[in-house]
């Protein structure tokens, strides 16, 4: 989907930029352009990209530099080579599964953003078409 979406987005861009039909042309382009993107619709996705970008992967950074450090401590911490090798194993198995969790809030929180731009896009659609009516 996205990449259609970029595929639309560059040709209409490359079409704008390289029309030699004046300005005449790209103004009405421009005025279509600014007609799609008023859109419910299109509004509606702008949101849920939005949202997306607000709450995808906002903790799981703090994860992995949390898991850094531990295996970087169990392994630097006195003993054998194979008792360090042990003890980083252990925090890196760890930290793996903290980031695995991190990143499945990080989803769960993306959906349930999408589903609450999903229901503000479709009440704006439904108030737009009651009001058109």
Known sequence: MRGKAAL???????????????????????????K???????????????ALGVSALKSV????????KSVTGAASQSGTVSERAERAGRAAKASA????DAVEDSVDD?????????????????SSTS???
């Open 131 to 133: 009001s058109e009516s």
């Open 8 to 34: 639309v987005v560059g040709l209409v861009a490359g079409y704008v930029l390289g029309a030699r039909a004046g300005r005449d042309r790209y103004e009405q382009i421009k005025v279509q352009a600014e």
């Open 61 to 68: 950074p703090g994860v992995v530099w949390k898991g850094a």
């Open 110 to 126: 993306a959906k349930a953003a999408e589903k609450a731009a999903t229901s503000r896009a479709q009440a704006n659609k439904s």
């Open 97 to 100: 599964h903290e980031v695995a």
């Open 36 to 50: 799609v993107w008023d859109q419910p619709v299109v509004q509606g996705q702008v949101e849920k990209v939005k």
